[in-house]
């Protein structure tokens, strides 16, 4: 069961779903997930993820067809993490209501909660990147060949990708102009 308003209570948040049959970008207006065009059906969710700048839920369906929940809440301000910027799909903008439809030459939209400018087309996605230090012996461990023989020591070894969570979409790559979610 899907419970959003344990993690965001009133506040309004991004939500991107992947359903059977689309994938869709909405929002959380602190009581319901709205979609542009249909109602969510949590028996349709592949994934879910509902975010803002300070945290991310997620929701994957497993094989077994419930639904696994992981929450990520943090700032990035460890210097363990990194931002990152995805061109988000679409090349023309066009004024729907609350909502900006975006459309390629190719065929096919995303509906984004915002109104985006008609005239720029760059809309990104902020994702924030998680890395670790994997801790290798250090010390005697070389001397033996024998690495439980050696010495652990902290950020020292390679370092390794963790987590990631999705945190906004800009209207550039360098996150300095933020996009507001038209609830």
Known sequence: MVDIQKSFGGDIAWAYAV?????RV???????????GIEFDEGNVQE?????????????????????????????????????YYAVYGE???????????TEARGGELAIPAILDEKRSDLFLKVRNYFQWNE??????SETGNADDGDIKPNVGALSFRDYRFVGFFTDGKGKTEVKINA
Request: charge should be positive; proline fraction near 6%.
């Open 19 to 23: 359903f059977y049959d689309s994938v």
């Open 92 to 102: 023309k903008n066009t004024p729907a209501g609350v909502w900006t439809i975006r």
């Open 48 to 84: 879910l993820r509902v975010f803002d700048a300070n945290r991310e839920l997620r929701y994957v369906r497993l094989p077994d067809d419930t639904l696994a929940e992981r929450c990520l809440d943090d700032t990035g301000k460890t210097p363990d993490a990194s931002d990152l």
């Open 136 to 141: 290798v012996p250090v010390g005697r461990a």
């Open 26 to 36: 909405g929002y959380w207006n602190g009581a319901k997930l709205r979609f542009h």
